[in-house]
Structures are given as C-alpha cells and as structure tokens.
C-alpha cells in the first residue's frame, strides 16, 4: 500500500502562485509514475500533470503547459505541482495519484487539497 498526502492548496488572486507537495508513504518501491489531478465543482476528474519516477519525463494538460511544472524528490518521496499565473479556472480540488504500471489506473490516490483562484 502507497499512502499520499496533499498540502500547499488555498486561496490565491489571478495571476498569483501556488506550490502543491503530495508525501508519499508505505510499500514505495515499484511506483512507476505520479501524477496530479483536479476536479471542478460539478465536473469529473482531469490530469494536470505526471511525472515517471525513475527518469523524471513529464507530461501535461495543454491546459496548464507553460504555467505548471510538475517535480519529485526521490530522496523524499515527493511530488510536487508548481503552478503559477494561476486563472479563475484552475479552481478545482487537486489530487495526487501514483500507479505502479504505465498505461495502467491510477492505484493510488490522496485526499486532496483545494485551490481557490479569485478574479
């Protein structure tokens, strides 16, 4: 079992920043990537952001591209969402997930931290 913890969400204006960490736990070895998710009110759940733990390639939404970036930490077992010039449409609880296989589901997911953008 892989345990996740989301912290760093909270209030923001438009055009400000935020940093997301998510800290993993529990059986580690073999999570072949993690990745962020977000979902809106009244929306279903999107991917923002992933990142391969062993090589640290990375991938993003066109949504987010440009404006996100996406780190880890292997000595740490952390994962981290840096997300600046945020808009009013970035809103959304973000979630953490891990997976031990590509192409896979998600296993593994946190409890998520809210992010509030006010325009």
């Known amino acids: 079992q892989v345990q996740l913890v989301e912290s760093g969400g909270g209030l923001v204006q438009a055009g400000g920043s935020l940093r997301l960490s998510c800290a993993a736990s529990?059986?580690?070895?073999?999570?072949?990537?993690m990745g962020w998710f977000r979902q809106a009110p009244g929306k279903e759940r999107l991917f923002v952001a992933k990142i391969t733990w062993r090589d640290g390639s990375t991938d993003y939404a066109d949504s987010v591209k440009g404006r996100f970036t996406i780190s880890r930490d292997n000595s740490e077992n952390a994962v981290f969402l840096q997300m600046n010039s945020l808009r009013s449409e970035d809103t959304a609880v973000y979630y953490c997930?891990?997976?031990?296989?590509?192409?896979?589901?998600?296993?593994?997911w946190g409890q998520g931290t809210q992010v509030t953008v006010s325009s």
């Open positions: 529990g059986r580690w070895n073999g999570v072949y990537d």
């Open positions: 997930a891990a997976r031990i296989a590509a192409g896979t589901r998600y296993n593994y």
